[in-house]
């Protein structure tokens, strides 16, 4: 065996793009931690994106691939915001087993008046709205859709928000991204990188899971006890003591984090997910709605005797002759 060849749980074997999920037996917990690098590349500079709509999706794309790869079944986990701000729409989606797209819509015009009065942060480009989160089983089974507004909170704020109202499982995530000069054979250039830790308190006994109330407004002093289990309490500190640059630098690297994080009471890796940057749009896919137009509908799409078509995600361009398709009346 080559001495550069690592094994399952050794510092560097995941590397980038690749989710490593994880187990606190002793704290009663689980969760993933990833790094992404190569993938945020293409994805993000196919599209050209400016940087803060970038850093965005990056962050975005991070969240997906943390809480997709939890899907035991052949499937798709879908984020996606709908909001007022600059940046009025995220859609990432997750393809079991590894496959991840993504895209951002944002008017240029409102994004620079943003920037240029300091407004840039995440909850300043995305506004008021809402975050949905989608598990598509296929056609013959019924989507499961969470729904959390966002009011001025970031997605990883979101996230927790929608574990504790939705699915009732005490969550912590943490999400980082930044754009950083990396040195390599044809000189130096600009790469991104993201990094997320999801960590959810897991216990047997359903009656440990209890939390604080959430607060009451006015009058509400918080003067009852807080239930919170201590062993959420202590995952609860270990992983709010995570920089940002912890989970960005590669030369941490997934596992390294964990075991820095835990390695008092015992971590243990899982065999984890490869994400990769692919696209399930297809020439068969998009004939297939172009064949339920109606005849004016084809009349309006075609351009130079021709309909041509590009995927959002990926950019793909497809072109078809409108002789093709009878329409409908």
């Known amino acids: 065996m080559a001495e550069t060849e690592r094994k399952l749980g050794e510092f560097g074997f995941a590397g980038d793009d690749h989710v490593v999920p994880f187990e606190v037996a002793a704290l009663d917990a689980r969760g993933r931690a990833v790094q992404l690098g190569p993938i945020l590349d293409g994805i993000l500079e196919r599209h050209d994106y400016p940087e803060p709509v970038a850093r965005l999706l990056a962050e975005a794309m991070a969240l997906t691939v943390l809480l997709g790869t939890s899907l035991k079944f052949d499937g798709k986990f879908i984020l996606q915001t709908r909001s007022e701000g600059p940046v009025d729409m995220l859609v990432a989606d997750f393809t079991t087993p590894g496959s991840l797209r993504a895209y951002a819509r944002f008017d240029e015009e409102r994004l620079e008046a943003a920037v240029a009065a300091g407004q840039a942060s995440p909850a300043d480009l995305l506004g008021a709205g809402v975050l949905a989160l989608t598990i598509d089983q296929g056609a013959h089974m019924q989507r499961y859709q969470g729904i959390v507004q966002l009011d001025g909170s970031s997605l990883e704020e979101a996230a927790r928000t929608y574990f504790r109202q939705s699915e009732q499982i005490p969550t912590e995530v943490r999400l980082a991204v930044a754009r950083q000069m990396v040195r390599d054979d044809g000189g130096s250039r600009w790469h991104w990188r993201a990094g997320g830790l999801l960590a959810q308190f897991l216990p047997d006994a359903p009656e440990r899971l209890r939390l604080p109330d959430l607060h009451g407004g006015d009058g509400d002093n918080g003067d009852a006890p807080d239930p ?17 640059d912890e989970l960005l630098d590669p030369t941490v690297g997934s596992e390294r984090l964990l075991y820095r994080l835990f390695h008092e009471h015992g971590v243990r890796v899982f065999e984890g997910v490869g994400v990769a940057d692919r696209c399930s749009c297809s020439r068969e896919k998009i004939r297939s709605i172009l064949d339920g137009f109606t005849a004016e509908e084809i009349a309006e799409s075609t351009e130079d005797e021709e309909i041509s078509v590009s995927c959002e995600f990926c950019s793909k361009q497809y072109s078809f002759d409108p002789a093709e398709f009878a329409g409908t009346d």
């Open 228 to 244: 919170t289990d201590d062993a959420w309490a202590e995952v609860q500190a270990l992983v709010g003591t995570v920089e940002p």
